[in-house]
Nanobody, 121 residues
Framework: VQLQASGGGLVQAGGSLRLSCAASGRNFSRWRLGWFRQAPGKERELVAYIGSGGVTRYYEDSVKGRFTISRDDAKNMVYLQMDFLRPEDTAGYHC???????????????WGQGTQVTVSS
């Protein structure tokens, strides 16, 4: 599956951004979809993911209550609504796809070109 993220930008602390990720490939509705971020000098971290059907959702502790992941299977899209942004959220954000049952720390089924999010204090 091929993925392309968009929607990043520069925003002040406390502001909001909505990231979008367009996917191409077969059986989109079966994929688990996630968002990773990586800041300079830091390891890549899984920020959120959503399971097939949208019932299962995971959020990294620091973004709980601020970020919301969603998907639109009819449009082959996944979104990340980011509210109450903090300077420490500054990073390159990438969308990814994974097969059900496989770890997000292993080989991924799809990895998209990232979009930069910069939060100023």
């Amino acid at each position: 599956v091929q993925l392309q993220a968009s929607g990043g930008g520069l925003v002040q602390a406390g502001g909001s951004l909505r990231l979008s990720c367009a996917a191409s490939g077969r059986n989109f509705s079966r994929w688990r979809l996630g968002w990773f971020r990586q800041a300079p000098g830091k390891e890549r971290e899984l920020v959120a993911y959503i399971g097939s059907g949208g019932v299962t959702r995971y959020y990294e502790d620091s973004v709980k209550g601020r970020f919301t992941i969603s998907r639109d299977d009819a449009k082959n899209m996944v979104y990340l609504q980011m509210d109450f942004l903090r300077p420490e959220d500054t990073a390159g954000y990438h969308c990814a796809a994974q097969v059900y049952g496989r770890s997000w720390s292993g080989q991924l089924a799809g990895w998209g070109q990232g979009t930069q999010v910069t939060v100023s204090s």
